[in-house]
Nanobody, 129 residues
Framework: QVQLAESGGGSAQSGGSLTLSCAIS????????VSWFRQSPGKEREGVGV????????KYADSVKGRFVISRDKALKTLQLQMNNLKPEDSAMYYC??????????????????????RGKGTQVTVSS
C-alpha cells in the first residue's frame, strides 16, 4: 500500500523560501512518477512539478519554473520541494502524489492532469506580501 505524508508547510514572506518534505512508503521505484500539486479555495488544482523515477527527469509548471526544485533521496523514502523567491500567489495547500507509469511521457502529462491515484493529506503554505 502506497502512503505519502507531507510536512514542512508554514508561513513565509514574499521573496522567502520554504522546503516541503513528503515521506513515501510502499512505492515501487521502477516506473514511478511522483509529483507536487497545489490547490487554493475557489481555484483549480495546479500541478507544480513531476519527477519521473525511471529516468530521473523533472518537469515544472511555468508559474514555478526557476524557483521551485523537486528532489528525492536515493532510497526514495523522502521527496522534497524546495521553494524559493516565494510569491503571495504561491499560497495554497500543497500535496505530494504518486502514480505508476510505463514511460516518461505519461509522467509529464500528469503535470497538467494531476491524475495521481495516491496522494497525501496536504500541508498549507501561506506567503504574505
Amino acid at each position: 500500500q502506497v502512503q505519502l505524508a507531507e510536512s514542512g508547510g508554514g508561513s513565509a514572506q514574499s521573496g522567502g523560501s520554504l522546503t516541503l518534505s513528503c515521506a513515501i512508503s510502499g512505492l515501487a521505484y521502477i516506473g514511478a512518477c511522483v509529483s507536487w500539486f497545489r490547490q487554493s479555495p475557489g481555484k483549480e488544482r495546479e500541478g507544480v512539478g513531476v519527477l519521473y523515477l525511471g529516468g530521473g527527469g523533472t518537469k515544472y509548471a511555468d508559474s514555478v519554473k526557476g524557483r521551485f526544485v523537486i528532489s528525492r533521496d536515493k532510497a526514495l523514502k523522502t521527496l522534497q520541494l524546495q521553494m524559493n523567491n516565494l510569491k503571495p500567489e504561491d499560497s495554497a495547500m500543497y500535496y505530494c502524489a504518486a502514480a505508476t507509469v510505463t514511460y516518461s511521457g505519461d509522467c509529464w502529462g500528469r503535470l497538467s492532469s494531476t491524475d495521481f491515484p495516491h496522494r497525501g493529506k496536504g500541508t498549507q503554505v501561506t506567503v504574505s506580501s
